[in-house]
């Protein structure tokens, strides 16, 4: 076939490494996206395998605009119209995505109980302050009781989360009061983070919930209860437990491979193990083993959501985003990739074998045929990361000849918590939102934008995140982001504050410079996607911009997204009010009903609604029209014509 070929990224590493693997016909994402085609019909949500009558498929027809009879027809055996199957499917992501997140939240309440009791050794409070405030927040008492006492009442309270069955889950009080009426009225506040996943397989069950409204209003139930719950669940007492992330130096890509030290990369999500293997490969007699094997040191590099964690709270190098896993092991130099849950391919294990890396996964959730399991062990966690940290060095002497490492790496300065951002803009005794909304007021900055989310091998790696992004700070829109998209904004060299004079706009550029941040900042990993929900109350709460999340200037996107919990993020976000654009591709185009009631009716409902638009530099433009939007309903849109012509840049203008 003449079909041109697709390019895979835009990044000379994975590039690099891209060019490798096919001359040693390792077979890569890459290229079984090339050789696989997504089916027409599953991918638009057309096709209905909820029971053993089907799949049903239901295409649109071909090539013509779809008369309302043909819509009629388009039923399964059970009778189910296109609708409902599109609903169905796009409610069932909602709920993979929010279970992910929180069954990841409720691992980290485990540890945290655990921990607090004293039957977790290696682990304790490292920010009690925090601690403290969300004791709190959540009505535990505090008086003169120990912080051990506080935080086994805390990990106790947030875990009943997951199974509570009704009232509502505590987070929602942190939410913008309209917004919790909103979601009251809506009947879309969560009872508690599981019952509304299990809803969600109970009403996708062939013959239950046939009413695409209904169906997405448990959808916006499901995936509340991951962004101000499961998420939030776990961002919190991630920080409260390993530290609450502030500004470090760290550095992205490949490159972060070290050809003389013994490489382990650690993949997945949850820090959990991740934590303890930092300290392990810190264990002096570690060192010491590594160094009688003839190698310089230990070097530690992370993988996807895992990276952002330990980047984030020990600067950590990241070693790559999603579609970089199987090219970290084609370098030839991973020693080990150690997994724990989520975003992990299958593939990793036949590559490995192709060279002499050691899959190794660690959770009793997530294993792989092929792979070295070493289980982790909560209650003796520093032995299973010793054990892991030792396999790496025992295989360091079996690297074959083959290897090859890219030369690029790129810094980044990443640790942009709500508590980050709200010293870094207030100062220690002051420190608010208050100096963003102002900055936003006048203009200088014209909103902000969360841009988050995966890469997908179906388009081309890095290059929508990028070009997205770009075009977002040259319009002086504040980024903020999370997962993979900040590791491809990272290795674009976004993430450092240089990058605003390079690439912001006048006005976002002043306030970067001015403050000393970055113009893209990165907020963490997925889970750190609730910073997002929080920061954003923050804003509201701090006044001038409206008394709601949806009155505010911001806009969300996933412009290379792939998995389920992008879409539950997705959800929650436009179910918090935030006007949110995904590219790639779109799940329920089998219905234009469906779609439609996503893209436009849910604005009505929740203040903030749905897009497509798989151009990044239109899905930007999207996102700043809605943002010039919600600037005029606030009546700040005057100032911001102003901030164009301010002296300084009259002064420049003059001398052109
Ligand atoms: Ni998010 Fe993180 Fe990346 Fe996508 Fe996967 S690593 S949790 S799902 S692919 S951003």
């Given at each position: 076939m003449a079909e041109e070929k697709k390019k895979k990224s835009i990044d000379a590493a994975s590039l690099q490494m891209i060019a490798k693997a096919c001359s040693e016909e390792i077979n890569l994402s890459f290229d079984r996206a090339e050789t696989m085609k997504p089916c027409p019909i599953g991918s638009v949500g057309s096709c209905c395998s909820n029971c053993g009558m089907g799949p049903?498929?239901?295409?649109?027809?071909?090539?013509?605009?779809?008369?309302?009879?043909?819509?009629?027809?388009?039923?399964?055996?059970?009778?189910?119209?296109?609708?409902?199957?599109a609903a169905r499917n796009f409610t069932r992501m909602i709920a993979g995505g929010a279970a992910a997140h929180s069954d990841h939240g409720r691992a980290v309440a485990e540890l945290f109980i655990a921990a607090a009791r004293g039957e977790a050794p290696g682990y304790e409070i490292k920010d009690e302050q925090k601690l403290l405030q969300?004791?709190?927040?959540?009505?535990?008492?505090?008086?003169?009781?120990?912080?051990?006492?506080?935080?086994?009442?805390?990990?106790?309270?947030?875990?009943?989360?997951?199974?509570?069955?009704?009232?509502?889950?505590?987070?929602?009080?942190?939410?913008?009061?309209?917004?919790?009426?909103?979601?009251?009225?809506?009947?879309?506040?969560?009872?508690?983070?599981?019952?509304?996943?299990?809803?969600?397989?109970?009403?996708?069950?062939?013959g239950v919930d046939q009413d695409y409204h209904n169906l997405l209003q448990q959808g916006a139930r499901a995936a509340i209860a991951d962004g101000w719950g499961g998420s939030m669940i776990a961002t919190e007492l991630q920080d409260i437990l390993f530290g609450t992330p502030a500004p470090l130096l760290g550095s992205v890509n490949l490159g972060v491979i070290k050809k003389d030290e013994v490489n382990i990369i650690i993949h997945g999500h949850e820090p959990l193990l991740s934590e303890m293997i930092v300290a392990a490969a810190q264990d002096p007699e570690m060192i010491k083993i590594a160094e009688s094997k003839g190698a310089k040191g230990i070097n530690l590099a992370g993988m996807c959501c895992t990276a952002n964690e330990i980047l984030m709270r020990h600067g950590v190098p990241l070693a790559g985003n999603f579609l970089q896993q199987e090219l970290a092991i084609v370098t030839g130099a991973v020693d080990v990739m150690v997994v724990d849950v989520q975003c992990i391919m299958e593939s990793l294990a036949n590559i490995s074998q192709c060279f002499h890396t050691k899959l190794v996964t660690t959770s009793p959730k997530a294993k792989i045929p092929g792979a070295l399991h070493i289980e982790f062990d909560e209650h003796d966690a520093i032995r299973s990361a010793k054990e892991v940290v030792k396999t790496a060095i025992e295989n360091f002497p079996k690297r074959g000849k083959n290897i090859r490492i890219p030369d690029e790496k790129t810094?980044?300065?990443?640790?942009?918590?709500?508590?980050?951002?709200?010293?870094?803009?207030?100062?220690?005794?002051?420190?608010?939102?208050?100096?963003?909304?102002?900055?936003?007021?006048?203009?200088?900055?014209?909103?902000?934008?969360?841009?988050?989310?995966?890469?997908?091998?179906?388009?081309?790696?890095?290059?929508?995140?990028?070009?997205?992004?770009?075009?977002?700070?040259?319009?002086?829109?504040?980024?903020?982001?999370?997962?993979?998209?900040?590791?491809?904004?990272?290795?674009?060299?976004?993430?450092v504050p240089e990058a605003a004079a390079d690439f912001a706009g006048k006005g976002l550029a002043s306030v970067c410079e001015?403050?000393?941040?970055?113009?893209?900042?990165?907020?963490?990993?997925?889970?750190?996607?609730?910073?997002?929900?929080?920061?954003?109350?923050?804003?509201?709460?701090?006044?001038?911009?409206?008394?709601?999340?949806?009155?505010?200037?911001?806009?969300?996107?996933?412009?290379?997204?792939?998995?389920?919990?992008?879409?539950?993020?997705?959800?929650?976000?436009?179910?918090?009010?935030?006007?949110?654009?995904?590219?790639?591709?779109?799940?329920?185009?089998?219905?234009?009903?469906?779609?439609?009631?996503?893209?436009?009716?849910?604005?009505?409902?929740?203040?903030?609604?749905?897009?497509?638009?798989?151009?990044?530099?239109k899905a930007a433009h999207l996102m700043i029209d809605h943002i010039d939007k919600k600037r005029k309903a606030l009546g700040i849109d005057k100032a911001r014509e102003r901030v164009l012509y301010d002296m300084e840049m009259r002064r420049e203008l003059d001398a052109v």
């Open positions: 049903c498929r239901v295409p649109l027809p071909k090539g013509k605009e779809e008369t309302p009879e043909e819509n009629k027809k388009r039923r399964g055996i059970c009778g189910a119209t296109a609708e409902t199957i969300l004791a709190l927040d959540i009505g535990v008492e505090i008086g003169e009781r120990s912080n051990q006492e506080i935080a086994i009442d805390v990990g106790e309270k947030l875990l009943a989360e997951f199974g509570r069955q009704d009232g509502e889950i505590l987070f929602l009080k942190r939410a913008p009061l309209k917004r919790q009426e909103l979601w009251r009225k809506e009947k879309a506040s969560p009872r508690g983070i599981d019952r509304e996943i299990v809803e969600i397989m109970h009403r996708t069950h062939a810094d980044l300065i990443a640790g942009f918590s709500h508590e980050t951002i709200n010293y870094m803009l207030g100062g220690i005794f002051r420190s608010s939102y208050h100096p963003l909304n102002d900055n936003i007021i006048n203009g200088r900055i014209r909103g902000v934008a969360g841009v988050v989310g995966c890469n997908n091998a179906r388009t081309p790696h890095n290059e929508a995140h990028i070009a997205m992004v770009k075009e977002l700070i040259k319009n002086d829109i504040l980024v903020i982001q999370t997962g993979c998209s900040a590791m491809a904004s990272a290795m674009a060299g976004l993430m001015a403050v000393g941040i970055p113009p893209v900042l990165h907020v963490g990993s997925c889970v750190d996607n609730s910073r997002i929900l929080v920061a954003a109350t923050a804003m509201v709460k701090d006044g001038g911009l409206g008394d709601d999340i949806s009155d505010l200037p911001v806009a969300g996107a996933a412009p290379e997204w792939m998995s389920e919990k992008a879409i539950s993020i997705g959800q929650y976000f436009v179910a918090s009010g935030v006007f949110t654009v995904f590219g790639v591709t779109w799940p329920t185009i089998g219905s234009e009903e469906l779609t439609s009631y996503l893209f436009n009716d849910f604005e009505r409902i929740y203040g903030g609604k749905w897009a497509f638009e798989p151009d990044p530099i």
